[in-house]
Nanobody, 118 residues
Framework: QVQLVESGGGLVQPGGSLRLSCGTSGIIFSYYSMGWYRQTPGKERELVAL???????NYADSVKGRFTISRDNSKNMLYLQMNSLKPEDTAVYYC????????????WGQGTQVTVSS
């Protein structure tokens, strides 16, 4: 059974930092591209950051220079360091695993709420 479990969300003031974690089980973690996505009510889920199985990284323009995605294949963990947080970063953050070979299975976590407010 595949499980992705996010943690580390919460309430933070503008300019503050949070570190999200995503623990995985049931997959060969190193074979999967991993991503962080976020969603606010009434909007589509959007990509925040992606790290491929071989370490390639992409960020949404809105978070470049503020967020850092990383992975620890030895611990089957995905991380998102979020600095200089803004109110517009408020959302539910999800991690996603996508297989790097056909049929490219995808798995999602349940999400963790991040609220940036004074």
């Amino acid at each position: 059974q595949v499980q992705l479990v996010e943690s580390g969300g919460g309430l933070v003031q503008p300019g503050g930092s949070l570190r999200l974690s995503c623990g995985t089980s049931g997959i060969i973690f190193s074979y999967y591209s991993m991503g962080w996505y976020r969603q606010t009510p009434g909007k589509e889920r959007e990509l925040v950051a992606l790290i491929t199985s071989n370490g390639g990284i992409n960020y949404a323009d809105s978070v470049k220079g503020r967020f850092t995605i990383s992975r620890d294949n030895s611990k089957n963990m995905l991380y998102l360091q979020m600095n200089s947080l803004k109110p517009e970063d408020t959302a539910v953050y999800y991690c996603k695993a996508r297989g790097s070979i056909i049929p490219f299975y995808e798995y999602w976590g349940q999400g963790t709420q991040v609220t940036v407010s004074s």
